[in-house]
């Protein structure tokens, strides 16, 4: 039952990145998912693990990653932000 709750936190910070960043809107299910998993990853392993907590992920560092993660990927394949 956890790795449900994990999935699901992670598809919600996956989304919010995307929303954040306005680059989101070709992103599907899986790749909210993808991104909100290593955005954590790497949120949680730079920032620390601070805030609250849902599913064993630090809500805020996560989002931030997550971000970082969307725009490094973003710039890499050349997608351009939604109008």
């Known amino acids: 039952m956890?790795?449900?709750?994990v999935?699901?936190?992670?598809g919600v910070i996956g989304l919010a990145a995307g929303a954040i960043t306005r680059r989101?809107?070709?992103?599907g299910v899986i790749s909210n998912i993808i991104a909100g998993l290593v955005g954590s990853a790497i949120g949680e392993?730079?920032?620390?693990?601070?805030?609250?907590?849902?599913?064993?992920?630090?809500?805020?560092?996560s989002i931030i990653g997550a971000v970082v993660l969307v725009l490094i990927v973003s710039l890499?394949?050349?997608?351009?932000?939604?109008?």
């Open 76 to 83: 890499i394949f050349g997608v351009r932000p939604e109008t």
């Open 2 to 5: 956890h790795w449900l709750w």
């Open 45 to 61: 392993a730079v920032l620390g693990a601070w805030g609250p907590q849902v599913a064993g992920m630090a809500i805020i560092p």
């Open 7 to 10: 999935l699901i936190v992670g």
């Open 24 to 27: 989101g809107g070709s992103m």
